[in-house]
């Protein structure tokens, strides 16, 4: 990576609202704002590095049991100010996760104090969210790995991710994949170009057709205020396509990309769907 992950998110997180500091009472690794965006008032949350975390397994941009608990605070917090407020789904605020994590925090004492229960609570939260009429957004800005992505952007209506060689979306790290497979680490990379799950390249991501759209940013280590005015409207137009969208994730499966390189995971959803309606 040519920067620390975790710091292009944190990076991002400034840029687009302008804040660099966590809301009162939360750790120092889980940045919240909520920022004027086009007509809405987004709530934008981003977890970053913090070398002085109280785990030592979540001081390097990981998600670890504070975070992932935040994360769901933060986001419930938007949901109960809606429903407060008596609004209309079609009101209700968006929710931007930029995305910058390595994974979740792998440790005994997460593993004793049940960081899995954590994580689920944060995706509950943002799923909760979607499904409530929450245009949820994610913003792919460097890596999105493994139980960190699951926990913390994969729930949202929509996720964007810039093009770029050092922006990874997988499930597990390649060094790590390669000692699960036992093959080499080149041996993975050669399969990569034929197997569109096996790459590590945002742009073979993007065939699987998870993504909303790849972003085409200039440096995006550094965003010069017209990427940020770029990147801005991209979110302006996103949030407007989750509004006039389903709040489920049906659209992963019926998007172009999805029924030219996921045909086969098209046709066993539907099979098993079929054999469910029968019993």
């Not at 709530?43 to 030592?56: H, I, T």
């Not at 109960?80 to 930029?98: G, L």
């Not at 801005?232 to 390189?261: F, H, P, W, Y």
């Amino acid at each position: 990576m040519s920067i620390q992950v975790g710091l292009r998110g944190k990076a991002w997180f400034e840029a687009l609202t302008g804040k660099n500091s966590p809301m009162a009472g939360d750790p120092d690794s889980v940045l919240t704002a909520d920022v004027k965006i086009g007509e809405d008032t987004a709530r934008f949350l981003c977890v970053v590095p913090n070398p002085q975390a109280r785990f030592p397994c979540a001081r390097r941009g990981e998600v670890g049991l504070e975070e992932a608990y935040t994360l769901a605070a933060r986001v419930n917090e938007v949901i109960e100010q809606n429903t407060s407020a008596d609004k209309q789904p079609i009101s209700a605020r968006p929710i931007i996760a930029i995305v910058d994590v390595k994974s979740q925090a792998y440790g005994r004492r997460e593993e004793t104090a049940a960081i899995f229960l954590a994580c689920a609570t944060a995706a509950e939260a943002y799923a909760s969210a979607r499904m409530k009429g929450h245009p949820v957004i994610t913003l792919v800005v460097g890596q999105a790995i493994s139980g960190g992505f699951l926990t913390h952007g994969y729930q949202a209506n929509r996720i964007l991710a810039f093009d770029d060689s050092d922006v990874v979306i997988h499930a597990m790290h390649k060094e790590a994949a390669a000692r699960i497979t036992l093959r080499t680490v080149a041996e993975l990379d050669r399969l990569g170009h034929e197997i569109a799950p096996l790459s590590y390249d945002v742009r073979d991501y993007a065939k699987l057709g998870l993504l909303h759209k790849l972003l085409h940013v200039e440096d995006p280590d550094k965003p010069a205020q017209a990427t940020v005015t770029q990147v801005q409207k991209e979110l302006i137009d996103v949030i407007a396509d989750a509004r006039a969208g389903s709040t489920d994730l049906g659209n992963r499966l019926t998007s172009k990309a999805a029924r030219e390189t996921r045909k086969a995971s098209v046709a066993a959803r539907a099979h098993i769907e079929e054999q469910w309606m029968k019993a």
